[in-house]
């Protein structure tokens, strides 16, 4: 029993996200191999003692079902998916996949992608899933930061080409995640933090489809630099297509040589709306690969709090970010709620698998 204990302890903390996101590989098999430890040390154990195993069983059956599973979504994917693979500035990898299309894209959803590599086909990683700007393309798009794994033995090996891109064979597994109901609010906040604009835009992408004339929507996005624009540009400029949606980008640092857009400071400054902390006084605006931007460290708490005092009806929040971002915009939302006589609802996509 002490050895169960012991094993039941490893699983537990090794479980947690602080070790996972540091070094999924090593978690994934650590935690496979002390779950077969377990079972077998249960096993025997309950054979010693003459109890039945029933549960056992029950508990095999369980979890054979699920790899089961899991193996038929990659198949239902398609054995012979491919994904068009390229580095980005922003020390970013993009992974455009083409699959099988049997089974339908929704808002929030995430999958697993397995690269196959030689020596990386075993590895796979959850990605969260934006669909292709062009409808007729129907491909699956995943934006990531590279780090440890397998994003940075995928970016290691595109650095081979010139182009820094190939088409590699992928297996993906999925969907998984639940989709959450902005569609049914009158208005709706997207706030996002560098790479989290994948999960709101998710969403954003589904409202835009979405003919409702009446609804008002906002999306935020808020980054260090201009490199994100490059890599998600056709994105913005889908929103920013639609009247109903308005997109206010902010950047901490502008590091581009185009001109600032508008020129004057007069202009600039008239256009910096509330809870926005200019941090140049002679850049309060600049214009980034054809995007106006404001160069500003927004107010977030003070953003949420005007929303949820004007906003006219329902409202949504929906955040994606760096933990302190999120923490700031839920607070933010818990503190403001008795400004609104309508409902408001809070949702994360906190990337915490």
């Not at 039941?8 to 999924?24: A, D, E, G, P, T």
């Not at 006084?281 to 929303?307: M, Q, W, Y």
Request: glycine share 8%; hydrophobic share 40%; aromatic share 14%.
């Amino acid at each position: 029993m002490g050895i169960l204990r012991d094993t039941v302890r490893r699983i537990l903390i090794q479980s947690l996200h602080f070790f996972r996101s540091r070094n999924y590989e090593v978690f994934l098999f650590g935690h496979l191999l002390l779950v077969f430890v377990f079972v077998v040390g249960a096993w025997y154990h309950l054979k010693i003692i003459g109890t039945e195993r029933n549960y056992m069983y029950a508990a095999v059956t369980l979890w054979s079902f699920d790899r089961a599973m899991r193996i038929l979504r990659i198949f239902w994917s398609g054995v012979t998916s491919k994904a068009e693979v390229s580095i980005h500035e922003g020390n970013v990898i993009r992974f455009k996949i083409h699959f099988s299309k049997r089974w339908r894209y929704y808002p929030g959803c995430f999958a697993f992608v397995y690269v196959l590599r030689a020596n990386r086909f075993w590895q796979s990683h959850p990605f969260s899933l934006t669909e292709s700007v062009d409808e007729h393309d129907g491909s699956l798009i995943v934006h990531a930061r590279i780090r440890n794994g397998i994003t940075k033995g995928t970016s290691d090996y595109l650095c081979q080409f010139e182009d820094g891109a190939a088409t590699l064979p992928v297996f993906v597994e999925g969907p998984y995640g639940g989709m959450h109901a902005v569609y049914k609010y009158d208005t709706v906040v997207f706030i996002a933090g560098g790479i989290g604009v994948t999960g709101t835009y998710s969403y954003a992408s589904h409202l835009r489809k979405i003919v409702n004339d009446s609804q008002r929507i906002i999306f935020i996005w808020c980054i260090a630099d201009e490199h994100p624009l490059k890599w998600f540009a056709a994105e913005v400029e889908n929103l920013e297509a639609d009247p109903r949606f308005d997109v206010r980008i902010f950047i901490s640092r502008c590091h581009t040589t185009t001109p600032a857009r508008p020129t004057s400071m007069d202009d600039a400054n008239s256009q910096i709306g509330p809870g926005e902390v200019v941090l140049d006084s002679k850049e309060g605006n600049c214009s980034v690969e054809g995007f106006a931007v404001r160069r500003a460290t927004p107010d977030l708490k003070k953003i949420v709090h005007e929303e949820i005092a004007t906003a006219p009806g329902t409202l949504a929040i929906l955040c994606c970010g760096p933990g302190r971002l999120n923490d700031d915009v839920r607070w933010a939302v818990s503190q403001s709620l008795e400004a609104s006589s309508s409902r408001v609802d809070y949702f994360e996509e906190s990337f915490s698998w």
